[in-house]
């Protein structure tokens, strides 16, 4: 069982420890939003009941991560039920009700063998919840289940869901009415809002692109709720003690994090399997059914929106044509539409899966910082030898931080590439283009577009330059098309 175990001295997030922010001048209305977001009064309160009962649950927490397909849930519930723990999706589509089949929730046998929670409570029509109603709820619960002195087991899903678990990224500033401010500034559009926060907020405009209305939305929405730089308030949380480049610090001390990995090869061929498999288990009649229910009359509205709430989900709008087929389409055009729809679904998926991985190796194996938890890699590829190969080590890795020993095998750890400026702001004279990110940087120089544009200069130049040899005669002329491409990039 999990629990008892050594009692760690001082917990990350104790109360009283001063972070950097006093060295700064804040404001008072500042430092209260900084400790909103980042002492959170439920962490605080936990730290003192666990003092108070004089033990604590080690680790305080497992996270599972994974690509869709890699058998989390399944994972999940064999720990939950061996160690007394509980399960918590944190999936931002499971959130809603409806849809079971194409968010892959878990089945009500599943449900049966281990507590779950954080599943279908939302209405699917409501579009207004977030992450940090996602965030409040489930460290509530967290308290309640470390209470209890049960384990609570966290399986993901949604990157920027469990970041929120984990770390204290999030900026809380409390106003019910944030969603709406957000939607009123959306509807301007990014190049006005853009110059907004451009005034108001210099250092923060830079770091946007301007056609990424809804984070320049949320930044000015920041700005008007608290009066203070989205951008501030960002570098004030980076430098609390434990934070890095990517936000502020952890959130629980070593929590216990395992991450499901698979050949490729082997994890597309399941993946597309596991679509064939929900098509026979009534994946058409849902989605039918889910159509007619919410999304007719909005689309007849012309109030469609597949950005939002549960309309996002992957698989809901790959089927919108053949859903919206009208009567006049024939049957076999309509099987057509359905196999295209299915296809697109495959793929949806498989890139679902690439990119959840790549969040993986970004936001933890590649983490920058001193604070980075171990993440224990667990290889699905084998389905045939599961319990030898997934069970039975993470039992042991869990086993062995319980009783505050090293863990058997290493965490796995990647070395980044030295810290990438994910903000940094480039303009692109030739193609008129602003780009922001160095890696997003370095890709549009490699891109056709830009290549395009280096070669239409290219060829302008050499024309000119030509010209000006012939008129002033000089058969000495340099061969230079490489310098110029250097100087033009
Ligand atoms: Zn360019």
Redesign the pocket.
């Known amino acids: 069982m999990v629990r008892g175990g050594v009692h760690k001295s001082t917990p990350l997030n104790a109360p009283g420890k001063q972070t950097a922010s006093s060295s700064l001048e804040l404001s008072a209305h500042a430092r209260s939003i900084l400790e909103q977001c980042g002492l959170s009064v439920m962490a605080a309160a936990s730290v003192a009941v666990q003092r108070a009962l004089g033990k604590r649950i080690v680790p305080p927490l497992v996270v599972i991560l994974g690509a869709t397909g890699t058998g989390k849930s399944k994972l999940a519930i064999e720990l939950g039920r061996r160690l007394q723990g509980e399960i918590i999706s944190a999936d931002s589509m499971q959130v809603y009700k409806g849809l079971d089949i194409i968010t892959n929730k878990v089945t009500p046998e599943e449900q049966a063998q281990c507590p779950h929670h954080m599943i279908s409570f939302v209405d699917p029509l409501v579009s207004s919840y977030t992450v940090v109603d996602f965030r409040n709820r489930v460290l509530s619960l967290i308290e309640d289940l470390h209470h209890q002195e049960k384990l609570p087991v966290i399986v993901g899903g949604t990157n920027y869901y469990i970041e929120s678990i984990l770390w204290k990224v999030l900026l809380d500033t409390k106003q019910k009415s944030g969603t709406d401010i957000k939607r009123k500034l959306e509807i301007m559009g990014g190049p006005e809002l853009h110059k907004r926060l451009k005034e108001v907020d210099p250092d923060m405009a830079a770091m946007l692109h301007p056609n990424d209305t809804r984070k320049i939305a949320r930044s000015l929405q920041v700005y008007q709720e608290t009066g203070i730089q989205h951008s501030r308030l960002l570098e004030e949380q980076q430098k609390q003690e434990g934070g890095d480049g990517l936000g502020g610090p952890l959130r629980f001390t070593d929590p216990c994090i395992f991450w499901l990995h698979s050949n490729m090869d082997a994890l597309d061929k399941r993946l597309d399997e596991r679509v064939d498999e929900m098509l026979s288990s009534g994946l058409i009649e849902e989605l039918k059914d889910f159509h007619q229910r919410f999304n007719e009359k909005k689309i007849q509205e012309n109030s469609q929106d597949y950005q939002h709430g549960i309309f996002q989900s992957i698989g809901f709008k790959e089927f919108h044509e053949y859903l919206t087929a009208g009567a006049d389409v024939s049957q076999e055009e309509r099987e057509e539409l359905k196999m295209k729809s299915v296809e697109a679904l495959k793929q949806a998926t498989r890139r679902y899966a690439r990119k959840q991985n790549k969040w993986v190796r970004n936001r933890f194996l590649k983490r920058p910082g001193t604070y980075v938890p171990p993440v224990y890699g667990l290889d699905v590829t084998d389905v045939s030898c599961w319990e030898q190969t997934v069970l039975h080590p993470a039992l042991d890795i869990l086993n062995c931080l319980r009783k505050g020993e090293q863990p058997p095998v290493e965490p796995i750890r990647v070395e980044g590439e030295g810290p990438r400026n994910k903000r940094s702001h480039h303009v692109?004279?030739?193609?008129?283009?602003v780009?922001i990110g160095d890696m997003e940087w370095t890709a549009?120089?490699k891109?056709k577009?830009?290549q395009h544009?280096?070669r239409k200069r290219r060829n302008a130049e050499e024309s000119t330059e030509h010209q000006q040899d012939v008129e002033s005669n000089l058969a000495s002329a340099p061969k230079y098309p490489k310098q110029i491409v250097k100087r033009l990039?």
Do not use: A, G, Q
């Open positions: 692109c004279e030739l193609c008129d283009k780009i549009h120089l891109s577009n830009h544009h280096v990039v």
